[in-house]
């Protein structure tokens, strides 16, 4: 498989996962408890991009990618993209001590490689 389709069909899987916890995180902002967090008008959604992802990453190994070379990518991006999103979507923040750990993630994915 073409390298850069590879990671384009990672990144989609990843995409779909991180779209699908943000939910999550608006889900349970706005959710009373658990019965109220799964009954939520959104999960239907979550699932479905749960399911996006297994889709994904399916195709990638059905075509012999290997799973360490899927979860270097996966991983990375993940880091990135949830992070990202924590800030701009819930207003989180990022001490110094988080920022070291995500940059030791990332450079031990790196390192893996």
């Known amino acids: 498989m073409n390298k850069i389709i590879e990671i384009g069909i990672i990144a989609v899987g ?7 916890d943000v939910l999550l995180k608006k889900i349970s902002l706005e959710a009373s408890g658990m019965q109220a ?10 699932v479905a991009l749960y399911l996006v ?6 195709y990638v190994f059905v075509n012999q990618v290997q799973l360490s070379t899927v979860s270097i990518i996966q991983t990375a991006l993940y880091v990135i993209a949830l992070t990202a999103s924590g800030l701009y979507f819930f ?23």
């Open 14 to 20: 990843v995409v779909a996962i991180v779209i699908a």
């Open 37 to 46: 967090a799964i009954r939520h008008r959104l999960m239907f959604l979550v």
């Open 53 to 58: 992802q297994v889709v994904a990453y399916t």
């Open 91 to 113: 207003g989180e923040t990022i001490g110094a001590r988080e920022g070291v750990g995500i940059l030791f993630a990332l450079i031990g994915v790196a390192l893996l490689s």
